[in-house]
Every structure is written in C-alpha cells, then in structure tokens.
C-alpha cells in the first residue's frame, strides 16, 4: 500500500503562483511514476502532469505548458508541482496519484493504483 497526502493549495490571484506537494510513505517511493490531476466543478477529472519513475520522462497537459512544473524528489519521497500564472481555469481539487513503474500510460487515470485526498486550488478572477 501507498499512502499519498497532498498540501499546498489555497486561494490566489490570477497571475499567481501555488506550489503543491504530495508525500508518499509505505513502499519505494523510486519506484512509482506519480501524476497530477484535476477536477473542477462539473467536469471530468483531468491529468494535469506526470513523471514517471525512471529516466525523469515528464508529461504536461496543453492547458498547463509553460506554466506548470512538475518534480520528485526521491529522497524526500514527495513529488511536487509548481503552478505559475495560474488563471481561473485552473481552479479545481488537485489529486495526487500513484502506480508502481508505470510506462508510457502514464496519462491514464485509470492506470493509476493509489490516490491521495484531494487539495483545493482556487484562482480568483
């Protein structure tokens, strides 16, 4: 089992910036591609980032190119994910996922075995 705890989030102005972190515990932390995904109000949830767990492979939304930065640190078990000039748009509940060496499917939710609780991000107009 993996257990994920996601921090950082907040209310902030458009053109603002929030970083989020998601620590891991119980298995090998190294081992595990981890993602960023998002839900807003009424809509399906969405990857936002990925990085896998080998070779430092990074994937971004469209949405979030340039804009956002996604990084692990292995030794501190936790994956983090910089939000810069952040809009409206990106308003959601940002999750943390988990899956043990996942590959090239790294942009499917559904491959994704372990979850964390969810962190609220809000992006005032």
């Known amino acids: 089992q993996v257990q994920l705890v996601e921090s950082g989030g907040g209310l902030v102005q458009a053109g603002g910036s929030l970083r989020l972190t998601c620590t891991a515990s119980g298995r090998t932390f190294s081992d595990y591609t981890m993602g960023w995904f998002r839900q807003a109000p009424g809509k399906e949830r969405e990857i936002v980032a990925a990085?896998?767990?080998?070779?430092?492979?990074?994937y971004y939304a469209d949405s979030v190119k340039g804009r956002f930065t996604i990084t692990r640190d292995n030794a501190k078990n936790a994956v983090n994910l910089q939000m810069n000039s952040l809009n409206p748009a990106d308003t959601a509940v940002y999750y943390c996922?988990?899956?043990?060496?996942?590959?090239?499917?790294?942009?499917?939710?559904?491959?994704?075995?372990?979850w964390g609780q969810g962190t609220q991000v809000t992006v005032s107009s």
């Open positions: 990085i896998m767990w080998i070779g430092g492979i990074t």
């Open positions: 996922a988990a899956d043990y060496r996942l590959g090239s499917r790294l942009t499917y939710q559904d491959k994704y075995d372990y």
